[in-house]
């Protein structure tokens, strides 16, 4: 079981930034690739940026070259840095781990980010 712990989310005016925090429980951490999603409301959760364990990462387009995803295994924690916000990222932010190939993954109680223009 992984248990995960989002922090770092509040309001901003647009331009700004924020880092996002997710801070996972147990020992394993290293293994689990970790991804932030998103969900605006009336919208479906969708795919920002994932770290794999090999350190592989992937953005969505609408937030590439803006948000940056990274981790400290020392630490068991994720981090979202996200600059020169817009309006339309707006939204609850989710912590994933997950491991390919196995039937297992877990999900973090969100964030809320709200950015106002």
């Known amino acids: 079981q992984v248990q995960l712990v989002e922090s770092g989310g509040g309001s901003v005016r647009a331009g700004g930034s924020l880092r996002l925090s997710c801070a996972a429980s147990?020992?394993?951490?290293?293994?689990?690739?970790m991804g932030w999603y998103r969900q605006a409301p009336g919208k479906q959760r969708e795919l920002v940026a994932v770290?794999?364990?090999?350190?592989?990462?992937n953005y969505a387009d609408s937030v590439k070259g803006r948000f940056t995803i990274s981790r400290d295994n020392a630490k068991n924690t994720v981090y979202l840095q996200m600059n020169s916000l817009k309006p339309e990222d707006t939204a609850v932010y989710y912590c994933?781990?997950?491991?390919?190939?196995?039937?297992?993954?877990?999900w973090g109680q969100g964030t809320q980010v709200t950015v106002s223009s």
């Open positions: 147990g020992s394993a951490f290293s293994i689990y690739r």
């Open positions: 770290i794999t364990s090999l350190l592989s990462t």
């Open positions: 994933k781990a997950d491991r390919p190939f196995f039937p297992e993954n877990y």
